[in-house]
């Protein structure tokens, strides 16, 4: 990888490749600063830069592999260098509609975008300056895309060992719906205790996935078995992908379920930082509560 030729937030991209290594590192403290060199140079304050999609694939590559270290933590590595600071309100997520700003961004708008942000001298006009978002908003979409390559990897990491491993991909998967048998694999997460985060996080992806596609009867047939589920947080996630499905008509005891979640709030505290969704489970409740009440 000609990383010399590539650009992050600071520059040429060429300290990247010993970010990656140190990923695998038997020094956690290594590991963590190499995440957070990564965080603070692929993924500046939450802008993409050149050199971002080119990280994506071996941040792939560190997850697959079963001895690296901290792989859940990498899924959130992945998780930001792909999808970016988006929060699930933007689901269902339509990359057409995200990465507009992108269109007509060439090889040449590119060069031009990057010599401006390195000559400290220069100050940009108003016609740089939307240059310089339109190809921000190209690096987003072509990380975004480097994502979605591996769609077929990340259902595979719904069996993983790793519960927050397989947490980690539902969610990730929320944010690919054109991935082949997406919607198969996250019904076929098994509803065991073992599986009860993975089971939860592909309950809510489900629910965002789903909202296309309303009659999928697998899909419902799945959710409403699911509000029996013995563990609090996969009846509730359950019962939030049916409110988000189908708003106030809801199958009977999906707002049963509901209430009791909120009443007892049911949060992350049993998953600590495991839980890969930027809300806890108490907070969707009180969302799909709005969906389920309103006409």
């Known amino acids: 990888m000609p990383w010399n030729r590539l650009h992050h937030a600071y520059g040429s991209a060429t300290d990247v490749p010993g970010h990656l290594r140190s990923l695998r590192s038997p020094d956690p403290d290594v590991r963590q600063n190499a995440c957070a060199a990564l965080l603070g140079t692929v993924y500046h304050q939450g802008t993409r830069w050149q050199a971002t999609r080119y990280v994506v694939q071996f941040v792939v590559g560190l997850v697959e592999a079963r001895e690296t270290p901290d792989r859940a933590v990498l899924i959130g590595l992945l998780r930001a260098l792909s999808i970016g600071d988006r929060e699930d309100g933007e689901l269902p997520f ?11 961004v060439t090889s040449e708008t590119e060069r031009t975008v990057l010599t401006w942000l390195y000559d400290e001298e220069t100050r940009p006009d108003e016609a740089q300056l939307a240059a310089t978002d339109a190809v921000a908003a190209y690096w987003a979409q072509a990380a975004y895309e480097a994502g979605a390559r591996h769609g077929y990897r990340y259902l595979n990491w719904l069996a993983d060992p790793d519960p927050a491993v397989a947490a980690g991909a539902a969610e990730l998967l929320a944010w690919f719906p054109e991935t082949p048998g997406v919607v198969p694999a996250l019904i076929g997460v098994p509803d065991d ?71 007892r709030r049911a949060g992350r505290r049993e998953w600590s930082d495991s839980w890969p969704w930027d809300r806890p489970p108490a907070a969707f409740a009180e969302i799909a509560l709005r969906r389920a009440t309103t006409s």
């Open 94 to 104: 339509s990359p057409a509609v995200a990465f507009a700003g992108a269109r007509g």
């Open 193 to 263: 205790d073992a599986h009860a985060l993975a089971r939860s996080s592909a309950n809510l992806s489900l629910g965002h996935l789903g909202r296309s596609a309303a009659g999928n009867i697998e899909v419902d047939t799945r959710l409403v078995e699911l509000l029996g589920n013995p563990h609090l947080t996969v009846a509730l996630t359950a019962a939030v992908a049916l409110a988000y499905r189908h708003g106030p008509v809801l199958p009977p005891g999906a707002l049963q379920v509901l209430h009791e979640a909120r009443n």
